[in-house]
């Protein structure tokens, strides 16, 4: 409902003998509107007392009988909502107004206008936007930053959650712009958003503003060179395009990605922001699609869109380059595991079981990952997501048809297990049960049976019991932390450091001579 004038406020202060600029300055209302209810009142002869014990709405209607029926014939917004939704990032009262219109044409209702929508949400005064019109060229300049405002990734498996950082660029002219989800806001990341970007767009700019971030620009005197990061004017000059870090501190001169990270807010983070991600992939899509969206919305002060402005613009762009720049990261001296596989940012690729034991280059791409040894490339493989962990990657051709080593043997790992218990075979069997293949289990399967070592065959076995209630696949770390806490000092019983098989190491009296040694 549109903002209503306080009837019974207004009364009830004019019978304290409160001024009118009095009430108008304390209660924040238009002397007009006061002087209005004043004048009905007297018109009428209504006082405070006839309608002290009404309702606000009540005392409204009976002093504007003509505006309250038609306000009522709209389906009332919940302003009480509108309030609360308000907190959250990049929402609006428009884009509230719009899920309000959608909500009304479900029900078969009647939506009220923005203006009435906004006047209704008392108590709060929407900022307007800056209205300084700046002359850009088409296919002149682009314009790059990070997002302050971000999303989330839930960890399907755990439940952690994570940052997903935004990386926006505009062309000034169409205002046409690109948004791509991040896991981080690292110099490759950097280097990739703005690879993309120039694909997105068709072309490059010339000029390409971006901010002073340390991952692009080492230093920006006021007076002397700018020195850009070697990658980053790597990448300028293959594109050819000019890198411009705006001016310290002044955000104008890159007002239009300044004003689209704000649009951004509402247009993806808000409109996204009851959906939980699970998958970076899927993430990626949904940002995808409502960028799209935003880009083909139609302008409101001026003709056609985003999208449209920029099919005439990319006719000025300098066309991409042959290749795309190519963002490498090398990792060096990776050893080679006895099950053949390398690590890599907690995940395993597959080698060649020649290699075992032998140190490795790896050569990390967007997509892929190449395994090199002695400048010769041994492997290829395509990367996981930086979001996923400990997962493999195998081949079959890189393993052996056997192992030499005796306890590289997924039966002795059983029949051990069976020594120590039935739930201890049970997290043995599961384990195996995760992989493609059993020689990819057993460094996680050993690491579980050594615990033994450490402790006792009855303390893992009770540990594995626990563990099994709340994981389905339990693996070392849980099952150290369950051995560990049950080991504290503070345990009653408990020796802090039990030998194999849970029997002491203290040796007996006729060690020493008692018994029938003794004398």
């Given at each position: 409902m549109a903002q209503k004038i306080s009837v019974k406020l207004i009364l009830r202060e004019k019978e304290r003998n409160v001024s009118q600029n009095a009430?108008?300055?304390?209660?924040?209302?238009?002397?007009?509107?006061?002087?209005?209810?004043?004048?009905?009142?007297?018109?009428?002869?209504?006082?405070?007392?006839?309608?002290?014990?009404?309702?606000?709405?009540?005392?409204?209607?009976?002093?504007?009988?003509?505006?309250?029926?038609?306000?009522?014939?709209?389906?009332?917004?919940?302003?009480?909502?509108?309030?609360?939704?308000?907190?959250?990032?990049?929402?609006?009262?428009?884009?509230?107004?719009?899920?309000?219109?959608?909500?009304?044409?479900?029900?078969?209702?009647?939506?009220?206008?923005?203006?009435?929508?906004?006047?209704?949400?008392?108590?709060?005064?929407?900022?307007?936007?800056?209205?300084?019109?700046?002359?850009?060229?088409?296919?002149?300049?682009c314009e790059v930053d990070w997002s302050g405002k971000t999303m989330r990734l839930v960890d399907n498996a755990t439940g952690e959650v994570s940052k997903v950082f935004l990386f926006v660029a505009t062309l000034p002219y169409s205002q046409y712009s690109y948004v791509e989800p991040c896991l981080d806001m690292k110099e490759l990341s950097w280097l990739r958003c703005n690879v993309h970007m120039f694909s997105f767009f068709g072309g490059v700019p010339r000029r390409t503003v971006c901010d002073n971030l340390k991952t692009g620009v080492i230093s920006h005197p006021r007076v002397g060179e700018i020195v850009l990061n070697e990658e980053y004017a790597a990448l300028a000059e293959h594109y050819v395009t000019a890198i411009l870090p705006a001016p310290v501190r002044k955000p104008k001169r890159k007002a239009s990605v300044e004003g689209t990270v704000g649009k951004i807010a509402t247009a993806v983070i808000a409109k996204l922001r009851n959906e939980t991600f699970f998958d970076f992939s899927e993430l990626k899509k949904a940002v995808r699609k409502a960028v799209d969206e935003f880009n083909k919305e139609p302008f409101q002060k001026r003709p056609g869109s985003r999208y449209e402005v920029w099919q005439e613009e990319k006719k000025f762009l300098e066309p991409l380059p042959a290749i795309p720049y190519e963002v490498v990261q090398w990792l060096y001296d990776r050893k080679v595991y006895p099950n053949c596989h390398i690590s890599v940012f907690k995940n395993y690729y597959s080698v060649p079981y020649a290699y075992v034991g032998r140190k490795v280059d790896v050569k990390l791409l967007e997509g892929t990952l190449e395994i090199y040894c002695q400048g010769?490339?041994?492997?290829?493989?395509?990367?996981?997501?930086?979001?996923?962990?400990?997962?493999?990657?195998?081949?079959?051709?890189?393993?052996?048809?056997?192992?030499?080593?005796?306890?590289?043997?997924?039966?002795?790992?059983?029949?051990?297990?069976?020594?120590?218990?039935?739930?201890?075979?049970?997290?043995?069997?599961?384990?195996?049960?995760?992989?493609?293949?059993?020689?990819?289990?057993?460094?996680?399967?050993?690491?579980?049976?050594?615990?033994?070592?450490?402790?006792?065959?009855?303390?893992?076995?009770?540990?594995?019991?626990?563990?099994?209630?709340?994981?389905?696949?339990?693996?070392?770390?849980?099952?150290?932390?369950?051995?560990?806490?049950?080991?504290?000092?503070?345990?009653?019983?408990?020796?802090?450091?039990?030998?194999?098989?849970?029997?002491?190491?203290?040796?007996?009296?006729?060690?020493?001579?008692?018994?029938?040694?003794?004398?």
């Open positions: 009430i108008a300055r304390a209660h924040h209302i238009s002397k007009k509107s006061i002087v209005d209810v004043l004048r009905i009142a007297k018109e009428q002869g209504i006082a405070y007392a006839d309608v002290a014990d009404l309702t606000d709405d009540e005392a409204y209607r009976r002093f504007y009988p003509d505006k309250f029926a038609n306000e009522i014939i709209y389906l009332q917004p919940d302003y009480e909502f509108v309030h609360e939704e308000l907190k959250r990032v990049g929402v609006t009262l428009k884009l509230l107004w719009q899920e309000y219109q959608q909500s009304c044409r479900a029900v078969g209702k009647l939506a009220c206008g923005y203006t009435k929508f906004c006047s209704g949400y008392d108590g709060y005064v929407t900022r307007n936007e800056l209205t300084n019109h700046l002359e850009h060229k088409p296919g002149e300049t010769q490339c041994i492997s290829r493989h395509r990367r996981f997501p930086d979001c996923i962990q400990y997962h493999y990657d195998t081949r079959r051709e890189d393993m052996p048809a056997y192992f030499n080593q005796p306890e590289m043997n997924g039966d002795r790992m059983c029949r051990w297990a069976d020594k120590i218990g039935k739930n201890t075979r049970k997290v043995v069997d599961r384990i195996f049960e995760s992989v493609q293949i059993e020689e990819q289990a057993y460094n996680s399967v050993l690491s579980v049976l050594k615990l033994e070592k450490a402790y006792s065959r009855e303390a893992l076995e009770e540990a594995c019991r626990k563990a099994l209630e709340s994981v389905h696949s339990p693996r070392y770390r849980s099952l150290k932390a369950i051995l560990a806490q049950a080991a504290k000092p503070d345990s009653i019983g408990l020796p802090t450091n039990p030998a194999k098989g849970g029997k002491g190491m203290l040796r007996g009296a006729d060690y020493y001579g008692g018994g029938s040694h003794a004398e």
